[in-house]
């Protein structure tokens, strides 16, 4: 970490200058200098000469790695890309230097700090309420939260690409991030508990419109409601439910290990992605256990309630 950093008067960092000159920082500024413990510089105003060679260096980062515009599926592997693009400089030798960028750089990290063993979380904190509607609002985007934690006080931290959630020490929720205004985040496992009780509104729920599940799950809904009716509904969202302990994957061979066994129900699915997961035979086939006792049921024949008829013991 370098000892001493010199800044442009961004509003990320200056929230005042006062009249002798001095920066008042911002909170979050704060944080990150008493996190990093470095020493801050600021150019004066409108003087680009002051960070010439940081002009000159986002010129060249410009020119050379953002142009065409990159794609990236991520911020991270953004990032990753311009870091890549910088290490393929280390090998060059810049005009009235003996030595490459990549040896001046090993002699300027001989001057550096090692860095804290935990990097700074950088985000925006506020404090928020969940609504009746498990909902948290976070810059006009309202976010959802499982509904026990319904009317409960929770911490909002806004990243670039996500929004996580916390009640207490715990994470509740986290969500990609939306930009568009007054928009809803939903995530359907945080409102599976409530429709458990309610299942007529299992086809009208708004945070369930758009989940894309695999056809398997569809496959065995009819087929439970055709065998159950009503109650077919409630066994199916006990089903859905263990996709919040299970990962997507195990849950979808456990349905469709069901569909192809036709054990057609919760606990039926929940033990095949149990055996799944710990690697061992389902119980649901006698056969891989031809030790237990077979039940065998005769046919009753009519004939034999007469003799109860006549008294008979």
């Known amino acids: 970490m370098p000892r001493s950093i010199l800044y442009d008067n961004t509003k990320l960092a200056v929230a005042r200058i006062l009249g002798d000159g001095v920066r008042q920082r911002t909170r979050v500024f704060s944080e990150l200098q008493s996190h990093y413990v470095f020493a801050d510089r600021f150019g004066r105003p409108g003087k680009g000469n002051d960070k ?9 980062v410009r020119r050379n790695l953002l142009v065409p515009v990159p794609r990236a599926t991520s911020l991270a592997a953004l990032n990753e ?10 090998g060059d030798r810049l005009r009235g230097h003996q030595e490459t960028i990549g040896e001046r750089l090993v002699r300027d990290l001989v001057a550096f700090h090692d860095l804290p063993l935990t990097s700074y979380d950088a985000c925006e904190k506020k404090a928020g309420r969940v609504s009746s509607l498990s909902l948290v609002r976070y810059r ?3 976010y959802s939260v499982p509904t026990a934690y319904g009317h409960r006080e929770v911490l909002i931290r806004g990243y ?12 509740i929720a986290r969500h990609r991030r939306s930009y568009e205004r007054e928009d809803f985040v939903f995530d359907p496992l945080h409102y599976l508990a409530l ?17 894309d599940l695999p056809e398997e799950f569809a496959t065995l809904r009819r087929l439970i ?12 969202v006990q089903i859905l439910r263990l996709l919040e302990v299970f990962r997507i994957e195990d849950v979808l061979a456990g349905v469709g290990e069901a569909i192809a066994r036709g054990a ?3 606990d039926a699915v929940k033990h ?31 004939k034999a309630y007469l003799g109860l008829l006549a008294g008979a013991v």
């Not at 890309?81 to 280390?90: A, D, S, T, Y």
Request: glycine share 10%; hydrophobic share 40%.
């Open 140 to 142: 006009g985007t309202d």
């Open 225 to 236: 409601e055709a065998r159950m009716g009503k109650r077919g509904k409630r066994e199916f």
């Open 264 to 266: 057609i129900g919760f």
């Open 272 to 302: 095949l992605v149990l055996c799944r997961i710990e690697r061992r035979p389902p119980r649901l086939d006698l056969t891989v256990y031809p030790y237990l006792p077979r039940a065998r049921v005769a046919v009753t024949s009519a």
């Open 160 to 171: 670039v690409e996500e929004v996580v959630i916390s009640c207490g020490v715990e994470v």
């Open 195 to 211: 429709l458990e009780h309610k299942v007529s509104a299992l086809d009208q729920a708004a945070p369930l419109v758009g989940w």
């Open 52 to 60: 010439g060679k940081v002009e000159g260096l986002i010129g060249w």
């Open 81 to 90: 890309q311009l870091l890549e693009g910088c290490r393929r400089r280390l």
